[in-house]
């Protein structure tokens, strides 16, 4: 059975920091593809964040510089290092998992705020 759990949301002051964690179980993360996701109310969902099994990396231009997606195969486990973080960053963040076919969590909320 395929899992995707997200942790490491909460709430931040603008220009803080937080570190996300998606731990993967069931799929082999070597050879997957990873996302990172964020859903704000009343915004489309929007792909921030990208590595694929080869460790090609791409961001969207609204984090760029500030977002750094890693990933640790022995664990299991995709990181997303926030940082500079603003108000407009406030969204449910989901993973996603692209090996053989498509796998979501449940995601973890982020809230930036003072």
């Known amino acids: 059975q395929v899992q995707l759990v997200e942790s490491g949301g909460g709430w931040v002051q603008p220009g803080g920091s937080l570190r996300l964690l998606c731990k993967t179980s069931g799929i082999k993360l070597g050879l997957s593809t990873m996302e990172w996701y964020r859903q704000a109310p009343g915004k489309q969902r929007e792909l921030v964040a990208s590595i694929t099994a080869g460790g090609i990396i791409d961001y969207s231009q609204s984090v760029e510089g500030r977002f750094i997606i890693s990933r640790d195969n022995t664990r299991g486990t995709v990181y997303l290092q926030m940082n500079a973080l603003r108000p407009e960053d406030t969204a449910l963040y989901v993973c996603?998992?692209?090996?053989?076919?498509?796998?979501w969590g449940r995601g973890t909320q982020v809230t930036v705020s003072s």
């Open positions: 996603k998992a692209i090996w053989l076919t498509d796998y």
